[in-house]
């Protein structure tokens, strides 16, 4: 092989990588975005009637010894909506922690694959140079 066609071999693997890691960007987007529609939703409906619930709670304190009642009743209801609330925002980054953690190692396979072609062909014309 001329050094020419080494030149246009590492010119091509160095376009696979930017293929890979476009494509990487783009799959973390997507996740990002999916999981964000997902969990963003549930996590904002929850969030603002917890803030709702959260403020009746402030009030019923507020006036203790005339609404000792509600506020036993309404104790459990903002502990669950704190503990979905909670949950609910776990899960999602769980959910993009996994995937984003997928797209992160199939880059590094493919590059680690390409490194190894970039290092054997810069051998080649290491040799080919000394010649």
């Not at 987007?29 to 009746?56: G, H, M, P």
């Not at 909670?86 to 999602?92: G, S």
């Amino acid at each position: 092989m001329s050094d020419e066609e080494l030149r246009d071999q590492i010119n091509k693997i160095a376009v696979e990588i930017e293929k890979i890691e476009q494509t990487a960007k783009q799959k973390e987007t997507y996740v990002k975005n999916r999981i964000s529609e997902e969990f963003d939703a549930k996590i904002s409906e929850i969030e603002t009637e917890l803030q709702k619930e959260q403020a009746i709670l402030d009030e019923i304190v507020k006036s203790i010894n005339e609404l000792a009642i509600n506020k036993k009743e309404m104790i459990p209801v903002v502990k669950n909506l704190e503990q979905k609330y909670k949950n609910l925002k776990k899960d999602k980054e769980k959910a993009l922690n996994e995937q984003l953690k997928s797209i992160i190692k199939e880059k590094k396979v493919k590059s680690k694959i390409i490194d190894q072609k970039i290092k054997l062909l810069e051998k080649k014309l290491k040799a080919t140079e000394k010649k």
